[in-house]
C-alpha cells in the first residue's frame, strides 16, 4: 500500500478531505499520532513539537540549530508511523518527511483568502478584515516555522505530485481524485522503493539516537544506510567519540553492520 501525504492551508477542508481519501482506501488517517510518537519515542514533550510546528511561542527563533533535533525526531516517528503503508498523514510538512520514496503520493490542497475568510467566520466568529489578517497571519509564521525546520517552501508547488483547489472542488471530488492516483501504479510500493524506505528508516532512527545522547547531540553527523549496512561519516576532535557513535548506531534496530569515517578537524582549527 502507498502513503499518501497531504499538506494544506489553514482552513482549507484539508483535513475533511484526508478523513474521506483514508475511509475510501480503508488507510489509516494520522496526524498528531506522529508527535505522540516522536515524544514516546524520544523523551520530547509533545508540546515543544507543538511549538515548532504550530504559531506559538518565539523562542526558536533564537535557538535555530536545535531545531535539527525536531526535525530528526519527528522523520524517525514518521517513519515508524508509516511502516507497511496504507497512511494518510495530513499534519505539518509531511511532504518533506519521505525524501526519495516513489510510494508516496505528495498532496496540496489550496483554497483563495476568501473561501478561507468564511471558514475562519464559522468556525472562529471572525470576519471581514479580521479574518484576513488572523489567517495571513498564520500564514506567515507558518511558512516561517517550516521554512527554518525543513529549509523548505511549503506552497512550491514542485514539491507535490498533485495540488487541489479546494474551492473549486468538493471534499468528495478531491478524496476520489486523491484516492484514484494514489491506486495507480506509480504510487505502489516496488521491491526497489520498500528498500528505501527501509534504509530511510533505519537512517532517521540512527540520526534521531544520536541527536537525543547526551555525548552526541551537538555532533553534526551524516547518516547513510544501505540495506542495514550503516555508515556514519563526520569531523571529530575527540577520536574517543568514535566508539560511542559505532557503540550507539549498532544498537538501533535494522542495523546489520557500521561502518565509520570520522576525520579530525583541520590543524588550524586544533592549534590557533
Not at 523562542?59 to 508509516?82: D, K, P
Not at 507497511?84 to 519521505?98: C, D
Request: aromatic letters at 8%; charged letters at 25%.
Amino acid at each position: 500500500m502507498s502513503i499518501i501525504t497531504i499538506s494544506h492551508a489553514s482552513y482549507s477542508s484539508g483535513a475533511q478531505i484526508a478523513g474521506k481519501v483514508a475511509s475510501s482506501l480503508n488507510y489509516r488517517s494520522v496526524d498528531r499520532e506522529v508527535l505522540i510518537e516522536a515524544s514516546r519515542r524520544y523523551g520530547i514533550p509533545e508540546t515543544k513539537y507543538e511549538e515548532v510546528l504550530e504559531a506559538q511561542g518565539h523562542w526558536w527563533e533564537r535557538w535555530i540549530e536545535s531545531l535539527r533535533l525536531y526535525r530528526i525526531t519527528i522523520q524517525a516517528a514518521m517513519c515508524e508511523v508509516a511502516q507497511g503503508g496504507g497512511v494518510v498523514y495530513y499534519g505539518r510538512a509531511g511532504q518533506e518527511l519521505f525524501p526519495g520514496i516513489k510510494h508516496v503520493l505528495k498532496v496540496l490542497i489550496v483554497a483563495p483568502m476568501e473561501y478561507r475568510m468564511q471558514e475562519v467566520k464559522a468556525r472562529k466568529g471572525l470576519d471581514g478584515e479580521n479574518a484576513r489578517h488572523f489567517l495571513k497571519e498564520l500564514d506567515r509564521v507558518r511558512t516561517r516555522r517550516l521554512r527554518a525546520v525543513f529549509n523548505a517552501d511549503w506552497l512550491d508547488p514542485v514539491g507535490y505530485d498533485l495540488v487541489l483547489n479546494s474551492y473549486r472542488i468538493s471534499t468528495e471530488g478531491a478524496a476520489r481524485v486523491i484516492a484514484e492516483l494514489a491506486r495507480g501504479e506509480e504510487f505502489q510500493p516496488t521491491a526497489e522503493s520498500e528498500r528505501a524506505f527501509q534504509d530511510l528508516t533505519t537512517t532517521s532512527r540512527v540520526q534521531a539516537t544520536l541527536i537525543i545522547s547526551p555525548k552526541t547531540r551537538n555532533i553534526i553527523l551524516n547518516v547513510r544506510s544501505d540495506s542495514g549496512k550503516v555508515t556514519v561519516s563526520g569531523i571529530l576532535a575527540d577520536p574517543d567519540l568514535e566508539k560511542e557513535i559505532v557503540r550507539i548506531t549498532k544498537g538501533v534496530a535494522g542495523v546489520a553492520e557500521v561502518i565509520t569515517d570520522i576525520e579530525p578537524p583541520p590543524i588550524e582549527y586544533m592549534h590557533p
